[in-house]
């Protein structure tokens, strides 16, 4: 057996491997390139595909592909043979002969068809040009495909023929310039001016269900919808609280653990895997990374688990509300900022209130969070959210922003103009002094304690030396979110360092009161965006909405936000959207919210119509073929225990399909408008109506004998 630390990276091309191969001069001429997001020369550009085609060759790898995010949620990938057919000249006779040519033309772009990707009506369908191209700053790696051999995958962006962004790797590329270049002008102001670049990090904590595979396929809602529509929730679900942490099953921990050495294998760090609350759920976890990284490292995590668990004959589901009852899952994003160097701007130090380059990061993310809660509200929505937040075990569907005392404090202190007070919180037989946990039991070490406690119940946390953005959904992925906060902090540190400068005045430097007498005005401005409560009682929500705080409920008012010009200017002053692309990513969420929706109203009525009510009916048959039998021989049919269930499950299968009837019309009102207008019927009556059916196809599974019941029910794919 190998050691992760052993096949970490194995099969990545990475900048050491590339060193290795190329040539001093030309590797340096591609760092250049590269680090200055020039375009390479056509020389460096044949070089590196020289190097990195005989390497993937040595390990066996037959085709390239460029691997990249349209607007769905998941990647893209058109493989293309190294093989090429050359005419070839020997002893005057010419023959053709196969060899394996990839130039530095065909690594550096390709041209997939645009149309066939949402581009939200940007490009018609006459121009459909597009293009990937190379994304240099994420490494390259191999994939197996059939029969041992490999694909060489190229990380890559997708635009337009006129350059618009139709993926999610442009637009978070282009936030990522964004912080930096807001970051390193602050940092120059405060006289750090060695720093030449900045990057947001990103750790994904992964949440996940496992199921059998094989009653997985005999439920056609999971299958199409990725969640089960409806099923009454089991006897035993989560309220022993004795899944978290619990012992993984075998069969789970084998699929997992071979998941985790296949990413290694691909330099994805996972650190945690762990079960989550609800049965049947887990959780894995990386060791952060810059954010276009750890977006690609994401989405490969989700790939091979998919594929893994398939070899296990499990089903992996990342839908964020796969079963009614249980908990949902979330993507945890952690976030921060770091300089080239790997400082992290958002460690706190022992003494915060001292640090002024860490409050003013907090501060200027917090002032983004609250100017723009709208947008990120915007960047989690999604059909299969909307069953997550706002529901009680999740972060409510307000954004707030969660500190801690100890943080609470150093911002009230300076917004109070006042030196930190420091009160030790005192409990019998416990010192808990600052950062340290004394137990008082002598066998037991005094341990560090953080310098926050945890808060579940909010949308965004810090969380010692990062915040969490707990409220984005599992499915998704992890790019528009990052892009969004990305923008909002960019134009916050922006408007920070221009106060700061103007505050100064003649000075080169800001002084220390320069920068607290801006920090006040600030912290001043961006306080209602500060919650430490919790986010789930319905308190908050009251007050939420006194402070003037967005409270949007459906999806459609989510992703109208991006259009709101108090977003998007934010959006477009710092390079990261144009209108045209905001447009654009408006309509495609809509369309792919509308479709959502459809499918599963499809999809519910093909069940109650070919699985439900079928089911109902042959119960009711026997039944009334029972109390035709005891009239026969005499017994009184109204007395009948048969009687009563027969007459329940009248009124249960009346109302039941009288709702089928309305869902119906329901669709076809949909499907007949524009989708626009789909997207906000469906808002407005699929949620609920869906809701409503599940509830009472939930009653008649509960009536019904089980071996009339065609799907599996909750304890079966639960247990
Ligand atoms: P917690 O248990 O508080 O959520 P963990 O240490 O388990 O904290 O971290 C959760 C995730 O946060 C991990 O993926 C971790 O790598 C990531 N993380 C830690 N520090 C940072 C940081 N500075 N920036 C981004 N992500 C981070
Ligand atoms: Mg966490």
Same mark, same amino acid.
Request: proline residues 5%; negative net charge.
């Given at each position: 057996m190998a050691y992760p630390s052993e096949t970490f990276g194995e099969n990545v091309f990475s900048l050491s491997r590339l060193a290795e191969t190329l040539p001093k001069p030309v590797f340096a001429r591609f760092i250049q390139q590269v680090q200055g997001r020039t375009t390479l020369d056509k020389d460096t550009a044949d070089a590196v595909a020289h190097a990195v085609k005989v390497w993937a060759m040595n390990h066996g790898a037959t085709h390239f592909t460029h691997w990249f995010q349209p607007q769905t949620g998941t990647t893209a990938e058109k493989h293309d043979s190294f093989l090429t057919l050359r005419n070839v000249t020997t002893n005057g006779v010419e023959e053709v002969r196969p060899l394996d040519i990839f130039s530095g033309s065909q690594l550096l772009q390709s041209e997939p068809d645009a149309s066939s990707f949402p581009n939200g009506g940007m490009r018609s369908t006459f121009e459909a040009r597009g293009y990937t191209i190379w994304d240099t700053t994420s490494p390259m790696f191999l994939r197996n495909a059939a029969h041992g051999t490999q694909v060489l995958y190229i990380p890559s962006v997708f635009i337009s023929y006129n350059g618009e962004a139709l993926d999610e790797k442009t637009t978070l590329l282009r936030s990522s310039e964004a912080i930096s270049n807001a970051t390193v002008r602050l940092l120059h102001l405060l006289g750090e001016t060695h720093v030449k670049r900045a990057y947001t990090t990103l750790g994904t904590e992964q949440e996940f269900f496992l199921v059998d595979r094989q009653l997985y396929n005999l439920r056609p809602d999971l299958r199409m919808c990725g969640r089960a529509i409806f099923g009454a929730p089991p006897?035993?679900? @989560? @309220?022993?609280?004795?899944? *978290?942490?619990g012992q993984m099953p075998s069969r789970v921990l084998a699929a997992i653990s071979e998941a985790e050495l296949e990413l290694a294998k691909l330099g994805v760090p996972i650190k945690t895997r762990h079960n989550e609350v609800a049965p049947n759920q887990f959780e894995v976890a990386p060791i952060f990374e810059e954010a276009s990284v750890a977006v690609d490292h994401n989405l490969l995590v989700m790939e091979t688990l998919h594929q893994v668990a398939h070899r296990h004959k499990l089903k992996v589901l990342f839908h964020e509300k796969p079963f009614n009852g249980v908990n949902g899952s979330g993507k945890h994003c952690n976030w921060s900022i770091s300089t080239a160097d790997g400082e992290n701007l958002l460690e706190p130090t022992a003494h915060p209130e001292e640090n002024m380059r860490f409050v003013l990061v907090l501060v200027a993310t917090l002032d983004a969070v609250h100017r723009h809660g709208g947008l990120l509200r915007a960047a989690i929505a999604s059909a299969g959210n909307e069953h997550r937040l706002g529901a009680n075990e999740a972060p409510p569907s307000i954004v707030s922003a969660f500190l801690g005392d100890q943080l609470t404090e150093v911002l009230n202190s300076i917004e109070e103009g006042r030196s930190i007070r420091v009160e030790p919180p005192k409990r019998k037989g416990i010192k808990v002094g600052g950062t340290v946990l004394d137990l008082q039991v002598r066998t037991l070490p005094t341990i560090a304690r953080d310098l926050t406690d945890r808060n579940r119940? $909010?949308?965004?946390a810090f969380t010692g030396n990062k915040f969490e953005f707990r409220a984005v959904g599992s499915k998704q992925s992890p790019s528009f979110p990052m892009v969004l906060l990305n923008a909002a902090v960019a134009q916050s540190l922006n408007e920070l360092t221009d106060d700061l400068t103007k505050q100064m005045g003649s000075r080169t430097v800001p002084s220390k009161d320069d920068i607290r007498a801006v920090l006040k005005i600030w912290i001043k401005r961006s306080k209602p965006i500060r919650f430490e409560g919790n986010? *789930? $009682?319905?308190d908050w929500i009251a007050e939420a909405e006194a402070r003037g705080l967005p409270h949007i409920r459906t999806c459609p008012e989510a992703f109208a936000q991006l259009l709101d010009p108090s977003h998007s200017k934010a959006l477009v002053t710092q390079g990261v959207l144009t209108q045209e692309e905001l447009h654009s990513r408006y309509h495609i969420l809509m369309e792919k919210y509308c479709k959502d929706m459809l499918i599963e109203a499809n999809t519910m009525h093909a069940i109650a119509t070919q699985g439900i009510l079928p089911a109902v009916f042959a119960y009711r048959k026997e039944l009334a073929e029972s109390l035709v039998a005891q009239k026969a021989i005499g017994v009184d049919a109204a007395a009948a225990p048969e009687k009563s269930v027969l007459d329940k499950s009248s009124e249960l299968t009346v109302a039941f399909q009288k709702e089928v009837g309305v869902l119906a019309k329901t669709i076809e009102e949909i499907t007949s408008a524009e989708p626009l207008e789909g997207a906000k019927i469906a808002a407005a009556k699929l949620f609920t109506l869906l809701r409503s059916l599940g509830d009472k196809a939930n009653d008649i599974e509960n009536l019904v004998g089980d071996k009339y019941w065609p799907y599996p029910k909750f304890p079966e794919l639960l247990f």
């Open positions: 006897p035993k679900h @989560q @309220q022993l609280e004795d899944h *978290y942490f119940t $909010s949308a965004f986010g *789930y $009682s319905q």
